[in-house]
């Protein structure tokens, strides 16, 4: 999926900067964004041809600069089919540095505010990269370690296994904050836990790797579209513009398209652009139920629990209780919790019970229901259900 070299020194696609502080000028800006296609040529090129903060989420696989010498042989002396291809080579760091800084800043342009964009790299280039994006301000949220199920042997027995790779998951500035992380849907998906950033994956393989008709992989290095899955669930939602600098063999778009996000693509190789869209155009979108994103808490309305009181859903005087029914406390007229002497909110007294510095009182305290424990944050859902029909 890495297959463009953006501009070098002195191209007519290199960023320029004007010391009066005037803009650059750039290519024509498209009527409407060029969504669900694949741009043909030099990826800076491209992207200097897109509005300015029009992308919602970048997945970018560029090249990793391998630095292979010599062939590398297995103990039967097979020939490993490594990354050799020239559009993974470059002259010295010095020509790699600016190859990621051309990319990167004409990426940067065409993020929205509170874009936020995956790179993924292996130790030979991914410290490069991450400096240089500190360099042009993006703010850099997590590094995902993509552990590998089943990675390439170390032949030589020289160093470690090569058994993961990095994605550096950053938003577009440091004030960015409202980007896009879809918490609630990846924790229940991972059995109410939080998901954590070492992501346990195999390499393509199977039917999923794309080959030629002599059985030759059509891109060497095609990621497994579950990386990819795991990435446009966690920073997009349905309908979202995905953007991939380095499109190769379209895994970014196979995704999107099952997703439900539309996806622009730059690629300067025809061979692997051509296998991606065949590839993308056989895939068959999810229903839209399926892939809907889910309600966020930190977005729905707040109710106090007052208003609860005061709708009549609980009746002051009542007794609430934890869950193992360890602790007690009533329910006050005004929406406050009397524990003792002690009232407080129904935060505070929850903290306060257990000796706690904080406590959410909403999925800490319960009250009896016909026998059954209920936790009063249902009270709250149901508020939240007749303010939404009350704004319908």
């Known amino acids: 999926m890495r297959i463009a070299r953006a501009g070098v020194a002195g191209s007519k696609s290199q960023i320029q900067v004007s010391r009066t502080g005037t803009s650059a000028v750039r290519p024509a800006v498209p009527a409407k964004l060029p969504l669900d296609q694949i741009l043909l040529g030099d990826c800076v090129e491209s992207l200097n041809g897109l509005p300015e903060q029009s992308v919602d989420l970048v997945f970018a696989d560029p090249p990793y600069n391998l ?51 995956f790179v993924i790299g292996s130790y030979h280039n991914i410290f490069r990269v991450g400096s240089i994006m500190q360099d042009l301000g993006f703010w850099i949220l997590n590094d995902v370690i993509w552990r590998k199920a089943n990675p390439m042997p170390n032949f030589r027995g020289r160093r470690f296994t090569n058994a993961h790779e990095t994605m550096i998951w950053a938003a577009r500035s440091a004030d960015a904050k409202g980007y896009t992380f879809n918490y609630e849907a990846l924790k229940a998906g991972n059995e109410d836990c939080q998901v954590r950033s070492d992501w346990y994956l195999p390499i393509c393989t199977g039917g999923e790797r794309l080959k030629d008709d002599k059985g030759r992989k059509v891109h060497p290095t095609q990621k497994p579209e579950a990386l990819l899955t795991r990435v446009l669930l966690s920073a997009s939602n349905p309908g979202d513009v995905v953007l991939d600098p380095f499109f190769g063999s379209g895994t970014t778009g196979a995704v999107a398209r099952l997703l439900g996000r539309s996806f622009i693509g730059t690629e300067r190789d025809e061979t692997y652009a051509k296998a991606a869209r065949d590839r993308i155009a056989a895939v068959q979108p999810l229903p839209p139920e399926a892939v809907a994103s889910a309600p966020s808490k930190r977005t729905e309305p707040r109710v106090a629990f007052a ?14 209780q934890d869950e193992k029914r360890r602790y007690s406390a009533i329910v006050r007229a005004d929406g406050s919790l ?15 019970a257990q000796g706690l510095p904080a406590c959410n009182g909403w999925t800490f305290w319960y009250f009896d229901r016909k026998g059954a424990a209920v936790s009063i944050d249902t009270l709250r859902s149901t508020m939240r259900a007749e303010m939404k029909e009350a704004a319908e």
């Open 67 to 117: 630095q292979l010498e010599n062939s590398l042989s297995r103990p039967d002396q097979s020939v490993v089919d490594a990354v050799d291809d020239d559009w993974d080579k470059f002259a010295s760091f010095a020509d790699y540095d600016k190859f990621t800084r051309s990319w990167l800043s004409a990426t940067r342009r065409v993020m929205k505010r509170d874009a936020t964009i």
């Open 307 to 320: 208003s609860v009181v005061e709708a009549g859903l609980i009746r002051p005087g009542t007794v609430l």
């Open 338 to 352: 009397a524990l003792g002497n002690v009232v407080g909110s129904i935060h505070k007294i929850g903290a306060l």
